[in-house]
């Protein structure tokens, strides 16, 4: 039997015509309010935590006075930890109660009695003669550091008689590890409408270091030795005084290289020192 397409009636129409409306008001409703969302996330606070840095001491710190009618200013004694936290572009800063000295009974310096308060490390409320002028607050955090480094050059002393001296490039790679000191700065420059800030971070080290690379193994090298040429493994070993920008690490290098096969006896540069320059990248 020949079947025919049903015929929708006016009202299914209608119906339809309605649904089609609501699923359009409901993706431009989403739509809006995704695009809404995204614009308060864009505009909103920005904060970030520094971690845990000691102050440099004797800077001031300024807090509100009660119903923030006025501030008030304390000098930072020695040894003090404190909690880092930008806000746009305040540096607000929470000591840590446990690196407070006890209670002085002095208005003037920070101590246990103010461990409740968090503080600003600018005076952002104060008066008119610190327009136009520089203020600097500056923290530092020493620490165990490990670094991946590539050491793009080197430069290797004469041998001899026979074999000069001379730059050496190849491919490499190698660890660093030390003792590692970093220093942050978080400067702010008041006008007369508003403020600028600036948030640096420099940092500066002293270790050691390994790395692996090929090394050229010829006649000329083994005092003619050998008669042949090839390339061999060789690791490199020494000390490094680091000099770091935010993660990245600039290194020099006092290094010995050795070559890892039978034939180590015979290569002039087996366990002879070198100075080179360091790349590096911070671990942690």
């Given at each position: ?15 339809s ?16 309010c ?35 009618i ?90 001899g008689?026979?074999l ?7 491919a490499?790679?190698g ?20 403020c600028?800030?600036?948030?640096t971070?420099v ?14 193994v ?15 493994l ?30 180590a006896?015979?290569?002039?540069f ?14 942690n």
């Amino acid at each position: 039997m020949r079947s025919f397409p049903a015929i929708k009636k006016d009202g299914d129409c209608a119906e339809s015509s309605v649904m089609r409306i609501l699923i359009v008001f409901v993706v431009v409703g989403f739509l809006g309010c995704l695009v809404t969302g995204c614009s308060l996330l864009w505009k909103g606070t920005s904060t970030k935590s520094l971690g845990e840095w000691t102050p440099s001491e004797r800077q001031m710190l300024t807090m509100r006075k009660e119903h923030g009618i006025g501030t008030v200013q304390k000098i930072i004694p020695p040894n003090v930890r404190a909690l880092l936290v930008t806000l746009d572009d305040t540096l607000l800063v929470e000591p840590i109660i446990a690196t407070l000295p006890g209670n002085d009974n002095n208005p003037q310096t920070l101590d246990k009695s103010d461990s409740s308060f968090t503080f600003f490390a600018h005076n952002y409320f104060g008066d008119a003669p610190t327009r136009g002028k520089e203020d600097a607050f500056r923290v530092w955090d020493s620490h165990f550091d490990v670094d991946a480094i590539t050491i793009p050059f080197k430069y290797r002393f004469r041998q001899g008689t026979t074999l000069p001296g001379g730059f050496v490039s190849n491919a490499n790679v190698g660890l660093y590890a030390g003792w590692r000191v970093d220093v942050l700065t978080h400067r702010i420059m008041y006008t007369q409408n508003t403020c600028l800030s600036e948030l640096t971070s420099v940092a500066y080290g002293f270790g050691v270091f390994s790395s692996v690379n090929p090394v050229t193994v010829n006649p000329w090298n083994t005092d003619y030795r050998l008669d042949v040429e090839y390339d061999g493994l060789g690791v490199n070993y020494g000390i490094a005084a680091i000099a770091a920008y935010q993660q990245m690490t600039v290194g020099l290098l006092l290094g010995f290289e050795m070559l890892l096969d039978e034939n180590a006896r015979y290569w002039v540069f087996h366990h002879k020192p070198w100075i080179g320059v360091s790349l590096g990248l911070n671990l942690n």
